[in-house]
């Protein structure tokens, strides 16, 4: 298994370029979670899913959007790039069971000029 | 708020034991978790805590919950140069699904 796999491992984009980020589990999992992580800010979360075709508003929604057309796969998109989205950017997935851990994948570094 | 709140950094040396330390904010949480985060990597999950425990060990970790306080601490005993990385406590909170809210994170740095 291949857990957690996110794509691409590194961008650079130009304020007001758009992109896709693209996370997979092969793990089955129902939840799946896109997180920013900033320094001294710990991991913040951006958007999750709780299942094929649906979506929502984690804490800091503003200037992305996700999609999750197939269980196992997750996009959060960029659709017009700031600076203060210059961040790592981590997909997690989990069975989202009381427990509820969540297996992360290994980051997106995404530098907005 | 959702504050969970942790120390930014610690060091140690080689063989020492490293405690780090959490408090949280949801004295509903169910679970407590600590997670792993080595360099250039995505977080890993080292162990959780049960909200009905008190105290949790596995090899060299050791986790110790006070609900009273809302205090979650991780012990590593006999530290290794392998442990330096930043941990992350999280508690989870029901919010209609099983939401994780994360520390800031401590770096620790083991050296020889």
């Known amino acids: 298994n291949a857990g957690v796999t996110q794509t691409p491992k590194f961008r650079v984009l130009k304020t007001g370029q758009s992109m896709t980020l693209l996370c997979a589990q092969d793990m089955n999992h129902e939840y799946m979670y896109w997180y920013r992580q900033d320094p001294g800010m710990g991991l913040r979360l951006i958007h999750y899913s709780v299942g094929e075709g649906t979506t929502a508003k984690g804490e800091v929604p503003d200037g992305y959007n996700v999609s999750r057309l197939k269980k196992q796969n997750f996009l959060l998109g960029l659709e017009s790039a700031a600076p203060s989205q210059t961040s790592v950017y981590f997909c997690a997935s989990s069975l989202g069971l009381a427990r509820n851990e969540q297996f992360f994948g290994p980051g997106t570094r995404l530098t907005v000029l | 708020g959702e504050d969970v709140e942790q120390s930014l950094f610690l060091s140690v040396r080689e063989g020492d034991s490293s405690v780090i330390n959490c408090t949280y904010t949801?004295?509903?949480?169910?679970?407590l978790y600590w997670y792993k985060q080595e360099p250039g990597a995505g977080l890993q999950l080292l162990t959780y805590i049960f909200s009905n425990m008190d105290m949790k060990q596995d090899q060299r970790l050791t986790v110790l919950l006070n609900k009273k306080d809302k205090h979650l601490s991780l012990r590593i005993a006999d530290t290794q140069t392998g442990d330096s990385a930043i941990y992350f406590c999280?508690?989870?909170?029901?919010?209609?699904?099983?939401?994780?809210?994360f520390g800031t994170g401590t770096r620790l740095l083991v050296s020889p």
């Open positions: 949801d004295s509903s949480s169910t679970y």
């Open positions: 999280a508690e989870s909170m029901n919010t209609g699904f099983q939401k994780l809210v």
